[in-house]
Structure formats: C-alpha cells, structure tokens
C-alpha cells in the first residue's frame, strides 16, 4: 500500500465508515485499469460526500453497480475509487395501481422484477431484458442504456425512466422528472444519463413506467437458411397490424423468433395469424422453453469478441449475407436495425467492413479494442464535451469513458 | 432599440421578404396561447433554410441579442413569447416534408410542418404518426419538439421524446448539428433526448426524423356515464391496475359535458362525469379489452355505457370531447386553464380536493382532462367584470397545482413550463436539482440568448404571477381548440 493509498483509506472510512472500504483488488479492475480502493456508500449523502472528496483531491471515480457491464465504453483514463452503488438498495416504492416504481440505483434488475410480479393483484415487470439483466443493477443498466428482445416492443431504459435523482462530482445532488408518467417540467435531464456510462453524475435512484406481466406468450419461428428469407419474414410481421413483444434473428441458428404477450386469446389468435399470413410455426411447451434457453445470452455465450451494430432496418439482409460465414453467432431486432455479433479476433477488420458496407457502425463491448464508438458528427461532440465540462467540470467520474474520449 | 447593422445583416440572409419590422404585423407574434401576455419583438425573420437560420442565429448570437424560435405559436405556456427587442425565428416558412422512408419507418420533415400533415402523408400508406396534441391541424413539429408533446392518444404510444430519431440542430451560437441519428444507438450522450421538450432553450431543429407506426388494425370506442367524478376516477384507477393500455381515456365532469352538448349536441348522457375509453390493436384485443373496460366500469358504478358503433358514432364522441375548452365561451366569459399531472391512484382524492376548492373560492371549474396518465385540465370560470374575480380564478388555479404536488405529481404534463410556470419549478424540484438544470443549460447557451427566461426560473420572473386566459386569434377564428 503506498502513503497516499493509506491516507485516502482514511478519509473514506471517515465519510463512509470502515466496513464500506477497502483495497481494490484485480477483480476489481475497470477496462483494464485496477482502482487502487473500492468505495461503497449507503445512501446518496455518502455518495455526495465522497465524490466532493474525491474532487478536492483530484482523484478520479468510477461508478460500479452489478459489473455485468463494467468494460462497456472505453477504458477510463485512471481509476483512483471504484464507488461500488451495492448498499444504495431497495425499493422505494412501488405504486402496483400506477403502475410506477422508484428503485435505488444499487438494486439488481432480477431482484426487482421478482419483487414486482409478486405483489398479490398485481404481476407487473420492468420491460427490460438487458443481457446479464439478473444481476445487473439499475444503475449500471442506465449508464450502458442496455436493452434486449424486448425493445422491440417497449424500448430501451431511455422510455421508460420517469425520473431519476443522482449526485454530480462536486456534491450536488438533483433530480430530474417524477414519479408521475407524463410530465414536462425542467429539462429532461435523466435522458442524459441513460447510455452515460458513469461520466456525468452517480445515479442514485430511478422512477420507472411498469408494465403488467402478460397472462399469457405464443411464440411463432420461422427456421431458414436463406438470411434473405429471414429478414424478409421478420419485415413482414413489421407491415402486419399484430403487436409482437419480440422479433429477433439469430444466426447460425437461422432463426428469427416472434413472441405475442397478451391474453391467452390475444397471443394465440396474433400468432395463428403470421403462421396463416406469412409462414413460421408456433411453437409451444417443452420446445418453446428449451429453445428460449438455447437462445438466452446468445450471441454472448462462446468465446470471441462481441459488438453491438447497428443500421438501418432495410440493410440487415446485406449486413447479414456478407456476415453469415464471417460472425459466429448473430442476434438482431430487424425491426429497428440493432443486435449484436460475436466473431473470432482475427475478422475483425472483416466485421467491421460489413458493418460498413451496409451503412451501420459497431462498438465494441467485448475483446480487445472495446470502446464507447465515436460520435458522428464534430458539433455534437462538441456540445457533449460542454455538458461534461458543465456537470463534470474537474473530470472526476470515468474519464475517458464516452464516446471522443470524454 | 436594437442595432441597425444587426437587422440589415438578418435582411441580408432572409431577404426582405423573409424579414418583418412593421409594428401592426409584430404584433401578430407578441404572443403564442397564452394570450396574456404580449412581448413586441424588434422583428420576426422567416427563414427558408437550416443554413438560413443559423446565420440568423450566428448574428444574434455574436450582437448578443436573444432570438425566440416559433412554430404555429399554439403553445399554452409563454414558450414562444418574444424578448422585448429580441428577434423571433419563425419556422412556419419550413414547411416541406423531405422525405417518406416507409422502408425504415421514418419521415424527415421540417420543423413547420404541421403534425397532422405527418399522418395525413403517410395514412393513406397504413401508417401513422402517433403524437396528436389537440392543436394537431395548427401547431408544428418543430414546436412539438420544444414541448414534448403528447396528447390524447399518448397514454398507450408516448410523447413526442419515442418517436423522434435524429434532428439537425442549430446551436445557440448557430452552428449546425446532427443529433440522434436514422441509425439507432448513435454514441455520445442522447442530446436529442435533452432537447426535446427543453422548449426551445438550447437551439433550434431544422430538420426532424421520426419514428411511424402501423395503423392499429381495429378500434373500439366507449363511453361511460357515471353518478359521480369520484367513480369515474375510480373506474380509471381500476382499468390501469387490470393492466389493460387503452390509446385514451378522457374524462369530463357535468359542467364541461353541459357546455359540450350546448355547441355539438353528442347526445351524452346527463350524468355527473363521462370518459371516454379507446382501444386500439389488432382486432382480438382490443375487444377483449373492450369487455373488460365495460365490465370495470359496471362494477365502478356506471349507469350508463355506450360503444360507437361506426366511424361517425367516435367521431361524433370526440367532436364533443374537443370542442370542450372552446365550448366554455357558452357558460363563462372568461376561464383560466390549468395543466397538472397526478398519480392515476390519486385520482378521486384531488378531484374531490378541486370540488372544495371550488366551493371555497366561489368559483365554478369545469374539468376535462386525460385521466388515463393523470393530466388534469382543470378550467377555473370567472367573469373578468367582477372586481377581484381573475385574481381568484389565479389563486384557485395555483392551489390546484399545490394539490398535484402534494399527490406526487407534476406542475405541467403537456402544456409546458414557459413563461407561465417558471415560478413554480421551485416547488417541485430542490435548488440543486434547478442548478443542474441551469448547468445543462449554460453547457448549450452559455451566453444565455436562446429563448431566456423560459423553462427554468429566474429572479426576474418569479416576481410575476402567471398569465390569464384569453383566446388565441387562431382559436377565435375556429382553428384551434385547447384540450
């Protein structure tokens, strides 16, 4: 331990009490960069006060919550306190009838959608689904704006935050919206922090629009090998008048798969209509739940690198022909042009040419070269610089960690 | 009085047709909806393109002088209300759509097509463009941006915020940006996400894309009478805990559907309130649901349901529904309009809580609202003649707000802060959280010349008490309703 290390020990115990700090470890490390202590306060004073020590002493923070996400976004510059959100816990509250409820940011989402369809009366959930989503915090799921198959239906975290509070590096603390589900008042201000990947505020605490659990799911599949074919039935179910949760393609599977929650009549009925109308097959029982397991974490689970891409709906069956042979597993919503591929290191340069040639671009989230992407355009970038240097004036939290270095 | 070499550097990039100085026609801009109050600008200039506006805005940025963007100037709050000796950008000269990619599922336009113009374009296609604030014939795009609008349907398909993918954006200091992106998942911060709704207080969109969706295949309108508010706000409370998302569920207690009748003669029943529920989706639910509302509001204590049963039947529900605000002339002289969400739980608590209020300051309030997210449009009736009474029609709209704050809920759900609510901010969010806000601010117009004093607070303005009601031009005319 060197001298500063052992005074900073210090100071934090001061502010958050001996249990709640420790030395960092390897585990501990962030892009690649170990912390030199890990920070947990317990509620959004602590955090307050730890990040203004942290500014006055111009040591750098990073936010941690579950670390299922923890090497999104580029590697921080330096990592001086890893500000673990573990005992920020908790449901605050939650309003079944309004179908709202506020969480603090340390609460894992498999924790609250638990808690939220076990209320008698009242089966409710969050609608996300982000990979890892079970032990991923709220918190972190806000700062990397993860989503999964479900955003094809309900979003990302950006749609259904209602409000959140948070604390900025030199100790104020706000909020911004509500707990109400329309409301105009004061700059929206969590959107800002939806996809911030820690470098703007430390995210303390979330109010979110729920959703009731649907009483019943139908599942229709179209299996092909043709990824023409696939794209061009996943376009139709997008023309057809049917609400569908979910449509993914997964690749090499050659799959793309549909899900209807509704009523027991509603699914049913929506889902005899695409195999009527367009073709695939419904499947149900046993099959259905053994393939949703195959394809739970795809394209994560394997070796290799992984990268979220993203293009226009209309040029994923030029992405995917020119990436059939080239990806090792491939999952995308075609509806809104999003998914991610996992590929050998070595075809990088290959991927990132398909990506390309069908006029998408692709961030790194797994393997060497991970990285926030670069913004598209100077001016913006610009106007992002200046937000940061408003909220985050001494570069205290994740330095380096957004998109142009930010 | 303002610099002549500004105005001829602004003549110089709009033209002289493009350009308005003449104090009768200023006039027509000193205000948006919120009528009382009237700001005379040193003059309006209409640009024609994105590159237009931001040499306007460059201009004034560098003489330091504050410029207010403007669409069809139907906002309800002061959004658009001039700086004395400022310059209005009015967009309403930006009016084509530029593109239709039914591939993709967007439409570029720019900001002063009107919003009903977005889905009179692509319904014939089978698709539609879900945003429908009440001034939809009227208001624009780009105004809808600066105010995140919503509107009757937004309950089930959200604000303006999910359905805009990327707009080009002059900056404060009238540089040109692409916030978002027609590619989803641009990196960096979600600026776009910031702008909209921060009425039109850290640039101007030039260009917007958005998101289109399918015409749902079937909908199914009722209407419910009940005995009482309360059980009508009970019934509203129990259809969103059953789960069920109806496209709108609007509500209107006995004086608005009395005033309504007098102009549209829907044929609604004479009962203590009335809502109106929509059901939109494929055919199989929104039957389903249908049945399921109907038999909520039975058990809610409704004495009456009543389901349309052809295109004419709902239009002639919402005809009456619409025609509500405007119908008010019929049984008040004047009348103050109020804009606050509550919590949907919350709904027969404060209602009941506004029947005091109402009874305490001697006032009538007609109520008329969104009951499905809580939106409350309460309007407070008073005859200006009356010494004292718009006062207390003021008072009693502000005590209606302090209700929707101690519900948990918000000082405005779609109408905006503005010049109007600036004051009241502080009473829903800490100093620190208004910093924030300031800061966000500041990062984008640090010279504090993109529409100031709007959305936020100042020293300034919270010596002032909000504006009163009188009616927009536009809606004299018949243009325009407020809902």
Not at chain 1, 83 to 108: F, K, M
């Amino acid at each position: 331990m060197t001298a500063s290390t052992a005074q900073e020990l210090h100071l934090f115990t001061e502010l958050v009490g001996a249990a709640n700090v420790r030395n960092a470890e390897a585990s501990d490390a962030v892009g690649g960069i170990v912390p030199s202590i890990v920070v947990s306060p317990g509620d959004e004073g602590e955090v307050a006060s730890v990040l203004s020590a942290a500014t006055a002493r111009g040591l750098v923070v990073v936010p941690r919550g579950g670390g299922t996400k923890i090497d999104w976004g580029s590697p921080p510059e330096r990592c001086d306190v890893l500000l673990s959100t573990s005992r920020i816990e908790g449901i605050v509250d939650h309003e079944p009838a309004d179908l709202v409820c506020v969480v603090r940011a340390g609460t894992t989402l498999g924790h609250l959608q638990e808690t939220l369809a076990s209320v008698p009366g009242f089966r409710q959930r969050l609608m996300l689904d982000p990979p890892q989503g079970g032990r991923a915090t709220i918190g972190g799921v806000i700062a990397t704006a993860a989503s999964g198959p479900l955003r094809t239906r309900f979003g990302t975290p950006r749609d259904l935050v209602i409000g959140a509070s948070f604390v900025l590096s030199d100790g104020t603390i706000g909020r911004s919206g509500g707990k109400v589900v329309k409301n105009v008042a004061g700059f929206d201000v969590a959107k800002l922090l939806v996809g911030s990947l820690g470098t703007l505020a430390v995210v303390t605490e979330v109010a979110f629009r729920l959703h009731p659990l649907p009483a019943a799911s139908r599942m229709v599949i179209l299996e092909s090998r043709s990824v023409l074919d696939l794209c061009e039935f996943a376009a139709r179910v997008g023309r057809l008048q049917v609400t569908p949760s979910v449509v993914d393609l997964h690749w090499p599977q050659g799959l793309v798969v549909v899900r209807f929650d509704s009523s027991e009549q509603g699914a049913t009925l929506q889902a005899e209509r695409v195999t009527r109308e367009i073709g695939g097959r419904i499947i149900s029982g046993g099959d259905e739940a053994a393939l949703t397991d195959a394809l739970t974490g795809s394209p994560w689970t394997g070796s290799g690198m992984v990268g979220a891409v993203a293009m226009l709906p209309a040029r994923i069956g030029t992405f995917l022909t020119s990436m059939s042979a080239t990806c090792d597993a491939v999952t995308l919503r075609p509806l809104l042009g999003t998914g991610e591929v996992r590929f050998a290191p070595d075809v990088l340069d290959m991927v990132r040419g398909g990506v390309r040639s069908a006029g998408g671009r692709m961030v790194i989230r797994r393997g060497d070269g991970i990285s926030a992407g670069d913004a598209d355009d100077d001016v913006a970038l610009d106007l992002m610089r200046l937000v940061k240097r408003q909220l985050d004036p001494a570069r205290t939290l994740s330095p380096g960690r957004q998109a142009g270095g930010i | 009085m303002l610099d002549r070499t500004l105005l001829e550097r602004l003549r110089a990039v709009v033209g002289d047709d493009g350009m308005i100085t003449e104090a009768p026609a200023l006039q027509t801009y000193a205000c948006d909806g919120l009528t009382g109050r009237r700001v005379s600008p040193a003059a309006v200039v209409l640009p024609l393109t994105t590159e237009e506006v931001a040499d306007v805005v460059r201009a004034c940025a560098e003489a330091r002088v504050p410029f207010v963007a403007r669409g069809a100037g139907t906002g309800l709050s002061g959004g658009a209300l001039p700086v004395a000796d400022g310059i209005v950008i009015g967009l309403s000269r930006m009016r084509s759509i530029l593109d239709i990619d039914l591939e993709n599922l967007q439409v570029t336009v720019q900001p002063g097509v009107t919003n009903l113009d977005v889905s009179k374009a692509v319904r014939p296609l089978g698709y539609f463009y879900a945003p429908d604030p009440s001034s939809q014939q009227v208001c624009t795009i780009g105004g809808n941006v600066a105010e995140n609008s919503g509107g009757a349907h937004c309950l089930k398909y959200g604000f303006t915020t999910h359905h805009v993918l990327a707009a080009t954006f002059v900056t404060a200091d009238g540089r040109i940006a692409r916030l978002g992106g027609t590619v989803r998942d641009a990196p960096g911060y979600d600026l776009l996400g910031v702008v909209i709704g921060s009425e039109g207080t850290l640039g101007i969109v030039t260009e917007v894309v958005l998101r289109i969706i399918r015409v749902p295949e079937s909908t199914e309108t009722v209407l419910a009478a009940f005995s009482t508010m309360g059980d009508a706000g009970e019934a509203v409370s129990r259809i969103i805990a059953a789960g069920i998302t109806p496209a709108a569920i609007e509500m209107m207690d006995r004086l608005a559907i009395q005033a309504c009748e007098e102009i549209v003669h829907a044929g609604y029943p004479d009962c203590g309130a009335a809502l109106i529920v929509e059901l939109d989706g494929p055919e199989v639910e929104s039957t389903a649901f249908l049945r399921q509302v109907i038999d909520i509001c039975a058990a809610s204590g409704s004495t009456e349901t009543r389901v349309a049963a052809s295109e004419a039947e709902r239009a002639l529900i919402w005809k009456a529904r619409k025609a509500a605000f405007a119908s008010m002339g019929r049984i008040s002289p004047n009348y103050y309009v109020q804009d606050g969400v509550i919590p949907r739980t919350r709904l027969r608590d404060v209602l009941e809580e506004i029947g005091s209020l109402s009874t305490t300051y001697g006032l009538r309030v007609a109520n008329v609202f969104h009951a499905g997210d809580g939106n409350l449009h309460p309007l407070v009736l008073y005859d200006n003649t009356e010494p004292g009474a718009g006062d207390r029609a003021l008072q009693l709209a502000g005590l209606i707000l302090d209700a929707c704050i101690t519900a948990g809920g918000s000082i405005t759900g779609e109408h905006g802060v503005g010049s109007d609510k600036a004051c009241y901010m502080p009473k829903m969010f800490s100093a620190g959280s208004i910093s924030v806000m300031g800061r966000v601010r500041d990062a984008f117009d640090p010279r504090d010349v993109c529409n100031p004093g709007k959305a936020l607070p100042t020293p300034r303005l919270c010596g002032e008490v909000p504006g009163m009601y009188r009616p927009h031009e536009i809606e004299m005319a018949g243009l325009a309703e407020r809902l």
